[in-house]
Nanobody, 123 residues
């Protein structure tokens, strides 16, 4: 049973930093892509950025230059480093992991979502 869980959220002052983690558990072959989304109060879920297994990345314009996604495959974990945080970054942050596994000789690539971790940027 593959599961994904985010951690690292909390309260931070404007201009501060936080590092979120997205840890996958269970038996699988690889994490092909780690994608972060967020949903602010009263807003729809929006794309933040992704990092693929071969190093390709993309970020939303609103976070470009401030947020960085990284990964540690040995720990089965992806990260979202957030610097120079602004009040408008306040949201619940979700991780989506595209995970490849093998079962009965067949390969599967599925998306797994975590439950989210809350980030509040406020004085």
């Amino acid at each position: 049973q593959v599961q994904v869980m985010e951690s690292g959220g909390g309260l931070v002052q404007p201009g501060g930093s936080l590092k979120l983690a997205c840890e996958a558990s269970g038996t699988f072959f690889s994490i092909n892509r780690v994608t972060w989304y967020r949903q602010g109060p009263g807003n729809q879920r929006e794309f933040v950025g992704y990092l693929t297994i071969d190093g390709a990345s993309k970020y939303a314009d609103s976070v470009k230059g401030r947020f960085t996604i990284s990964r540690d495959d040995a720990k089965k974990t992806g990260y979202l480093q957030m610097n120079n945080l602004k009040p408008e970054d306040t949201a619940i942050y979700f991780c989506n992991a595209t995970i490849v596994r093998r079962n009965n000789g067949l390969w599967f690539a599925d998306d797994y979502w975590g439950q989210g971790t809350e980030v509040i940027v406020d004085t």
